[in-house]
């Protein structure tokens, strides 16, 4: 066991005004399983990119061990995967690598096929098997589940439990769950740390988040009403005091040292309610920081004439020769909310490609309403560029909506004035379901549309689909989002 210790970090890229990080110290175990949570965009890559030395920063890190990245580059995907490899760590031994393999059930003749002929699902576990080979390292693993099916993530969220000493990248919550004992989580305003998994360190979010709603309402009332007593007292006191220069209504002189002590008196008091106002509003000004909240939204989804849009009986999808996926029935009626699932390769993304009407082989029986509106959502965001408000005009969606949904969904103003080009990828994806929701269908399809998306906005994407009921078709991985979200199930 060794610790990392961060004390006074602060660092913003190159030619930006604004500090990802301000100041921030806390301190690590190198033992620890530590789950990293955070909205897209505040820090998460730009923090372990600081671990391994690749910016300058001021304040200090220091760690007695050496730091290794996932996913690794691969150089040569056409060599044979157990060159690949070798060139991350020329110094592995065959029977280790194959070890962890079998943890995570991958056969070893992977091995000897080209990298590049691997699935997605194949090249991670092989990428995670040789990063567990790298003893004495503290491990930086960024986002492995983005190209995992259901199965695959439960499986290597197994094998990541079994293992200690690393910080993991997830916005999948039912994947932290089973392989973290610690979150680091990157709030609005500061880091911290607490032991538990992602549940337990929400639920303490939350209880929080409620504790300071009813502590900042409870100021609010006591700002106000101190503030009008000290205003009433105030005026109270320059009322008595006036009353020195005159007499009282019998006719006999003031007692001007009565009236003077009485009016000093009532100030005394008008002050002390005064700095006790002011301690309510400084007291007040340190809550709600790190509530991620905002405003409800208006959505507007068409309803279509009859409760069926679209059945499939007995459909068989071909690319060319090849079949992609047999003999798939299911119907999508009017207010369902589908989640499709299947191991990757099981034609989830060909049947959602028919049903919008791309040109595909297929057999059996195929119907769709006439002038049914679709919004899709793919898993693409390469095409992605130009400022928001030409590409709200370019889509004839309301661009008040649109970016409505995208601040509900943590976008910055300054955000509004970049290239959609620049986003991150989580930030690309959301340009894609705020589109979706801003436009008027009858159906909506989205393909994993949760990709590189932070935990946080997949719960206020999940609220708003609930608050709104859209008809819509999905598939993604996230276990936690398709048990909140679904109507129906249709297993390939």
Same mark, same amino acid.
């Given at each position: 066991?060794? %610790?990392?210790?961060?004390?006074?970090?602060?660092?913003?890229?190159?030619?930006?005004?604004?500090?990802?990080?301000?100041?921030?110290?806390?301190?690590?175990?190198?033992?620890?399983?530590?789950?990293?949570?955070?909205?897209?965009?505040?820090?998460?890559?730009?923090?372990?990119? %600081?671990?391994?030395?690749?910016?300058?920063?001021?304040?200090?890190?220091?760690?007695?061990?050496?730091?290794?990245?996932?996913?690794?580059?691969?150089?040569?995907?056409?060599?044979?995967?157990?060159?690949?490899?070798?060139?991350?760590?020329?110094?592995?031994?065959?029977?280790?690598?194959?070890?962890?393999l079998t943890l995570l059930q991958v056969s070893d003749d992977v091995l000897y096929r080209p990298f590049n002929t691997l699935s997605n699902g194949e090249q991670t576990k092989v990428l995670l098997a040789a990063l567990f080979l790298k003893e004495d390292s503290f491990l930086l693993i960024d986002e492995p589940t983005n190209h995992l099916d259901m199965n695959a993530r439960k499986l290597v969220s197994q094998y990541l439990n079994s293992k200690s000493g690393f910080i993991l990248v997830s916005h999948d919550r039912t994947f932290l769950d089973h392989c973290v004992d610690h979150i680091l989580s990157i709030?609005?305003?500061?880091?911290?740390?607490?032991?538990?998994?992602?549940?337990?360190?929400?639920?303490?979010?939350?209880? &929080?988040?409620?504790?300071?709603?009813? !502590?900042?309402?409870?100021?609010?009332?006591?700002?106000?009403?101190?503030?009008?007593?000290?205003?009433?007292?105030?005026?109270?006191?320059?009322?008595?005091?006036?009353?020195?220069?005159?007499?009282?209504?019998?006719?006999?002189?003031?007692?001007?040292?009565?009236?003077?002590?009485?009016?000093?008196?009532?100030?005394?008091?008008?002050?002390?309610?005064?700095?006790?106002?002011?301690?309510?509003?400084?007291?007040?000004?340190?809550?709600?920081?790190?509530?991620?909240?905002?405003?409800?939204?208006?959505?507007?989804?068409?309803?279509?004439?009859?409760?069926?849009?679209?059945?499939?009986?007995?459909?068989?999808?071909?690319?060319?020769?090849?079949?992609?996926?047999?003999?798939?029935?299911?119907?999508?009626? &009017?207010?369902?909310?589908?989640?499709?699932?299947?191991?990757?390769?099981?034609?989830?993304?060909?049947?959602?490609?028919?049903?919008?009407?791309?040109?595909?082989?297929?057999?059996?029986?195929?119907?769709?309403?006439?002038?049914?509106?679709?919004?899709?959502?793919?898993?693409?965001?390469?095409?992605?560029?130009?400022?928001?408000?030409?590409?709200?005009?370019?889509?004839?969606?309301?661009?008040?909506?649109?970016?409505?949904?995208?601040?509900?969904?943590?976008?910055?103003?300054?955000?509004? !004035?970049?290239?959609? *080009?620049?986003?991150?990828?989580?930030?690309?994806?959301?340009?894609?379901?705020?589109?979706?929701?801003?436009?008027?269908?009858?159906?909506?399809?989205?393909?994993?549309?949760?990709?590189?998306?932070?935990?946080?906005?997949?719960? &206020?994407?999940? !609220?708003?689909?609930?608050?709104? *009921?859209?008809?819509?078709?999905?598939?993604?991985?996230?276990?936690?989002?398709?048990?909140?979200?679904?109507?129906?199930?249709?297993?390939?």
């Amino acid at each position: 066991m060794s %610790l990392i210790n961060v004390s006074n970090l602060t660092f913003a890229h190159e030619g930006s005004y604004d500090n990802i990080f301000e100041n921030v110290s806390f301190q690590l175990d190198t033992s620890w399983k530590l789950g990293f949570t955070g909205r897209n965009g505040r820090g998460k890559t730009t923090f372990m990119n %600081l671990l391994l030395g690749k910016y300058e920063y001021s304040g200090h890190i220091s760690a007695n061990v050496t730091f290794e990245y996932f996913p690794f580059r691969v150089e040569h995907p056409e060599y044979l995967t157990t060159d690949v490899v070798e060139e991350i760590y020329p110094d592995y031994q065959q029977w280790e690598l194959v070890r962890e393999l079998t943890l995570l059930q991958v056969s070893d003749d992977v091995l000897y096929r080209p990298f590049n002929t691997l699935s997605n699902g194949e090249q991670t576990k092989v990428l995670l098997a040789a990063l567990f080979l790298k003893e004495d390292s503290f491990l930086l693993i960024d986002e492995p589940t983005n190209h995992l099916d259901m199965n695959a993530r439960k499986l290597v969220s197994q094998y990541l439990n079994s293992k200690s000493g690393f910080i993991l990248v997830s916005h999948d919550r039912t994947f932290l769950d089973h392989c973290v004992d610690h979150i680091l989580s990157i709030n609005r305003t500061n880091i911290e740390i607490q032991k538990g998994n992602f549940s337990d360190w929400w639920e303490n979010k939350e209880r &929080q988040d409620q504790f300071e709603l009813a !502590e900042n309402d409870k100021l609010k009332k006591d700002i106000k009403r101190l503030s009008e007593a000290a205003k009433r007292t105030n005026n109270w006191s320059h009322e008595v005091e006036k009353t020195k220069n005159g007499t009282r209504n019998s006719g006999s002189k003031v007692d001007k040292g009565y009236i003077g002590h009485k009016a000093a008196k009532m100030m005394k008091r008008s002050k002390s309610m005064e700095q006790r106002q002011q301690s309510a509003i400084e007291e007040k000004s340190t809550l709600l920081k790190n509530i991620e909240s905002s405003d409800s939204l208006k959505l507007e989804q068409l309803v279509y004439h009859k409760p069926q849009l679209v059945e499939l009986e007995r459909v068989s999808v071909y690319y060319g020769d090849k079949q992609v996926c047999t003999d798939v029935s299911f119907t999508i009626e &009017q207010g369902e909310r589908i989640a499709l699932s299947g191991r990757n390769g099981s034609g989830k993304s060909s049947l959602l490609k028919l049903i919008i009407g791309e040109e595909l082989s297929y057999t059996g029986t195929f119907r769709k309403g006439s002038n049914l509106k679709i919004s899709y959502v793919s898993q693409d965001t390469s095409h992605l560029r130009g400022n928001l408000t030409d590409y709200a005009r370019e889509h004839g969606i309301d661009e008040s909506l649109f970016k409505a949904i995208l601040r509900k969904l943590d976008f910055s103003r300054i955000q509004f !004035e970049k290239d959609i *080009s620049s986003f991150s990828g989580g930030q690309k994806k959301k340009v894609l379901i705020a589109k979706s929701l801003s436009e008027k269908a009858h159906l909506h399809i989205w393909d994993e549309p949760l990709n590189f998306i932070d935990v946080i906005s997949r719960m &206020q994407i999940e !609220e708003l689909l609930l608050e709104h *009921s859209p008809t819509i078709l999905f598939v993604e991985h996230d276990r936690a989002f398709c048990e909140n979200i679904a109507t129906k199930f249709v297993e390939l």
